[in-house]
């Protein structure tokens, strides 16, 4: 199945032939433009999506004396009108704020510099491209698409309209993991041979009886290019342990949960962020223990839900050496003096982010590419989806990360997008 990206391939060279090192072209925003502002000055942004993970994105960008929150977005009433008085009661830069349940109109202002999404997952893409395309800057949760063709055209239309995109994998900002990926990166545990990234798991999605949809709620927007069910809470639930995050049809399950955040540290310090694995497994398929998805190279990576020493989230196994890293700057090397070992003048040193939000905030202003931009989004979320994919059919899928094909399957190729209901084609 070619996509427009892949069958666009020369002109994305040929665009980014004058781009930066990190391979994205230097734009000056629209309203520095549009006025006599200074990029350092105050950024407008509008919350779409206001469930628990806009939470922290609410509190951060309040407090900032450089952001306005000018709109917040969400299809729950209830949700809404507590984001505006949370962001005028915490807001330092002092101003109308607009609550509104649709996201266009957050969109649609001249004024909204960038949007921030908090949407479950199946209404990131149409999101975000709406934004780009209106000349906003973004930051989406992860992952950041739900399909691959949508992550294909998320990157593209970003690089085509030179947008400064974040997608919310903040452990590239966090110490640990940028050391656990530089240890790898020079080579100091040897050639890894196999990696485990602890998941864990989600209860199945079950039969749920019909429930009133609550006052207030737009839960056929709410619903958007996904098929119709009837409502019930157990569905729309925003909650880390389960809610919509348990169904196929909003995301894709653990995958994309907490892989979406393991999975991009593997590629990262694997030097991967321009490429990916060539074949998916689905845990179980002859006799195989794992879900696993294998590089060319022969590098495998085991999903595991739980068993990782001192409850590590990832182990890098090296020919001469390990390395285990986690949240709360946990990290743990075998020999155990790698993990203090400074680097040289001449070893590899990752793009250093300490704060993923403000390092968002500073690629707005400056226009310098973010840590985690579209591009490496993009290779984050097909090895989600991917994964997904091979579970769902019950069986391994061959993957070309060069074309970004799936290989010698044409049923397993039209799962790399979604039918979507009438009235929400991207």
Same mark, same amino acid.
């Given at each position: 199945? @070619?996509?427009?990206?892949?069958?666009?391939?020369?002109?994305?060279?040929?665009?980014?032939?004058?781009?930066?090192?990190?391979?994205?072209?230097?734009?000056?925003?629209?309203?520095?433009?549009?006025?006599?502002?200074?990029?350092?000055?105050?950024?407008?942004?509008?919350?779409?999506?206001?469930?628990?993970?806009?939470?922290?994105? %609410?509190?951060?960008?309040?407090?900032?004396?450089?952001?306005?929150?000018?709109?917040?977005?969400?299809?729950?009433?209830?949700?809404?009108?507590?984001?505006?008085?949370?962001?005028?009661?915490?807001?330092?830069?002092?101003? +109308?704020?607009?609550?509104?349940?649709?996201?266009?109109?957050?969109?649609?202002?001249?004024?909204?510099? !960038?949007?921030?999404?908090?949407?479950?997952?199946?209404?990131?893409?149409?999101?975000?491209?709406?934004?780009?395309?209106?000349? @906003?800057?973004?930051?989406?949760?992860?992952?950041?698409?739900?399909?691959?063709?949508?992550?294909? /055209?998320?990157?593209?239309?970003?690089?085509?309209?030179?947008?400064?995109?974040?997608?919310? #994998?903040?452990?590239?900002?966090?110490?640990?993991? %940028?050391?656990?990926? +530089?240890?790898?990166?020079?080579?100091?545990?040897?050639?890894?041979? #196999?990696?485990?990234?602890?998941?864990?798991? =989600?209860?199945?999605?079950?039969?749920?009886?019909?429930?009133?949809?609550?006052?207030?709620?737009?839960?056929?927007?709410?619903?958007?290019?996904?098929?119709? =069910?009837?409502?019930?809470?157990?569905?729309?639930?925003?909650?880390?342990?389960?809610?919509?995050?348990?169904?196929?049809?909003?995301?894709?399950?653990?995958?994309?949960?907490?892989?979406?955040?393991?999975?991009?540290?593997?590629?990262?310090?694997?030097?991967?962020?321009?490429?990916?694995?060539?074949?998916?497994?689905?845990?179980?398929?002859?006799?195989? +223990?794992?879900? #696993?998805?294998?590089?060319?190279?022969?590098?495998?990576?085991?999903?595991?839900?739980?068993?990782?020493?001192?409850?590590?989230?990832?182990?890098?196994?090296?020919?001469?050496?390990?390395?285990?890293?986690?949240?709360?700057?946990?990290?743990?090397?075998?020999?155990?003096?790698?993990?203090? @070992?400074?680097?040289?003048?001449?070893?590899? $040193?990752?793009?250093?982010?300490?704060?993923?939000?403000?390092?968002?905030?500073?690629?707005? $202003?400056?226009?310098?590419? #973010?840590?985690?931009?579209?591009?490496?989004?993009? $290779?984050?979320?097909?090895?989600?989806?991917?994964?997904?994919? !091979?579970? %769902?059919?019950?069986?391994?899928?061959?993957?070309?990360?060069?074309?970004? +094909?799936?290989?010698?399957?044409?049923?397993?190729?039209?799962?790399?997008?979604?039918?979507?209901?009438?009235?929400?084609? /991207?």
């Amino acid at each position: 199945m @070619k996509t427009p990206v892949v069958s666009r391939r020369s002109f994305l060279k040929s665009s980014a032939a004058a781009a930066s090192s990190i391979g994205f072209p230097m734009f000056i925003p629209s309203r520095v433009l549009a006025g006599p502002e200074a990029p350092s000055n105050k950024i407008n942004v509008g919350l779409i999506g206001n469930g628990l993970i806009m939470q922290g994105h %609410r509190g951060y960008l309040s407090a900032d004396e450089g952001v306005q929150v000018v709109a917040v977005c969400d299809v729950h009433k209830e949700k809404l009108d507590k984001a505006l008085a949370e962001v005028k009661e915490k807001s330092k830069v002092k101003g +109308e704020c607009q609550a509104v349940a649709e996201f266009e109109a957050v969109i649609e202002r001249a004024d909204v510099d !960038a949007v921030v999404i908090g949407t479950p997952d199946h209404w990131h893409a149409a999101i975000a491209l709406a934004a780009i395309r209106a000349g @906003k800057d973004v930051y989406v949760e992860k992952p950041m698409t739900l399909t691959v063709l949508e992550a294909q /055209l998320v990157r593209e239309a970003a690089l085509r309209h030179g947008r400064i995109v974040q997608v919310g #994998t903040q452990q590239r900002s966090e110490r640990a993991f %940028r050391k656990a990926v +530089e240890i790898v990166r020079n080579g100091w545990i040897g050639k890894v041979h #196999t990696i485990y990234a602890k998941l864990g798991e =989600f209860p199945a999605p079950g039969s749920y009886p019909e429930m009133p949809v609550p006052a207030g709620f737009d839960y056929d927007r709410w619903l958007g290019p996904t098929p119709w =069910f009837p409502y019930n809470d157990a569905r729309v639930k925003g909650d880390y342990g389960g809610g919509w995050r348990c169904f196929w049809e909003y995301g894709s399950r653990k995958n994309g949960d907490w892989g979406a955040h393991h999975f991009d540290i593997i590629q990262w310090a694997l030097d991967m962020d321009d490429s990916g694995p060539v074949e998916f497994i689905p845990k179980g398929f002859g006799g195989a +223990e794992f879900q #696993t998805h294998i590089y060319a190279d022969g590098t495998k990576v085991h999903r595991k839900d739980a068993g990782i020493k001192n409850d590590h989230m990832i182990h890098f196994v090296g020919e001469k050496g390990e390395v285990f890293v986690s949240r709360g700057d946990k990290l743990e090397t075998t020999p155990e003096d790698l993990a203090k @070992k400074a680097l040289g003048p001449n070893d590899i $040193r990752v793009y250093e982010s300490t704060n993923h939000r403000a390092n968002w905030l500073e690629g707005i $202003r400056t226009r310098k590419q #973010t840590i985690c931009h579209a591009g490496v989004g993009a $290779r984050t979320a097909h090895i989600c989806q991917l994964s997904g994919i !091979a579970e %769902r059919l019950g069986r391994p899928i061959k993957w070309d990360p060069k074309k970004e +094909e799936i290989i010698g399957d044409p049923a397993a190729a039209r799962w790399l997008d979604r039918p979507r209901r009438a009235g929400y084609a /991207l």
